[in-house]
T-cell receptor, first 115, second 114 residues
Framework: AQSVTQLGSHVSVSEGALVLLRCNYS??????LFWYVQYPNQGLQLLLK??????LVKGINGFEAEFKKSETSFHLTKPSAHMSDAAEYFC?????????????FGGGTRVLVKP | DSGVTQTPKHLITATGQRVTLRCSPR?????VYWYQQSLDQGLQFLIQ???????AKGNILERFSAQQFPDLHSELNLSSLELGDSALYFC?????????????FGEGSWLTVV
């Protein structure tokens, strides 16, 4: 069975500082990986996804993530945090060999941006 | 706006009651998914339908059921409700059911059981 672990349920960063959100996955085969963002009182919005092309994936709003098979990681970064980045971020995995393509989510990391 | 529409946005009901949550997927999407988000369980996959047929099943209770209609909208039925069923229920859709397809989420239906 697949699983996703997000290290740190809360992260606080200063505006303009680097945002680093950690995600490690467990899967018997290389999975597809996703990062979603949830703003208050809204649904989940896709930031980026890895589907076995380039290991460095660029997403929306200046975010990017790097797939590292040896570390089973898919950490999300943004060079300079903005106040509007305050939200909850979810890493998710999809089994490419399973029927259907349901997502298994990590526990989420809530980001607080300090002025 | 993801294009996935969920109704109602908020619902308060009593224990033991039954409710129906409705979802309209994005135009052209054949796959519909239901997820439950709660503080203690996080985001849990409930069930997936593809073009009217059940495709995958997750942690869905026997008291819960879902279906996808010929016009591709879906309904999630929750019965014999308990306090612990209070959660945010998301519907999501994608164009197909192949892994790697982007899944788009609605804004959710907040269910409060009192």
């Amino acid at each position: 069975a697949q699983s996703v672990t997000q290290l740190g349920s809360h992260v606080s960063v200063s505006e303009g500082a680097l945002v680093l959100l950690r995600c490690n996955y467990s899967s018997s085969v290389p999975p597809y990986l996703f990062w979603y963002v949830q703003y208050p009182n809204q649904g989940l919005q896709l930031l980026l996804k890895y589907t076995s092309a380039a290991t460095l994936v660029k997403g929306i709003n200046g975010f990017e993530a790097e797939f590292k098979k040896s570390e089973t990681s898919f950490h999300l970064t943004k060079p300079s945090a903005h106040m509007s980045d305050a939200a909850e971020y979810f890493c998710a995995v999809s089994d490419r060999e399973a029927a259907g393509n349901k997502l298994t989510f990590g526990g989420g990391t809530r980001v607080l941006v300090k002025p | 706006d993801s294009g996935v529409t969920q109704t109602p946005k908020h619902l308060i009901t009593a224990t033991g009651q039954r409710v129906t949550l409705r979802c309209s997927p994005r135009s052209g999407d054949l796959s519909v998914y239901w997820y439950q988000q709660s503080l203690d369980q996080g985001l849990q996959f409930l069930i997936q339908y593809y073009n009217g047929e059940e495709r995958a099943k997750g942690n869905i209770l026997e008291r819960f059921s879902a279906q996808q209609f010929p016009d591709l909208h879906s309904e999630l039925n929750l019965s014999s409700l308990e306090l612990g069923d209070s959660a945010l229920y998301f519907c999501a859709s994608s164009v197909a059911s192949r892994s790697g397809n982007t899944i788009y989420f609605g804004e959710g239906s907040w269910l409060t059981v009192v």
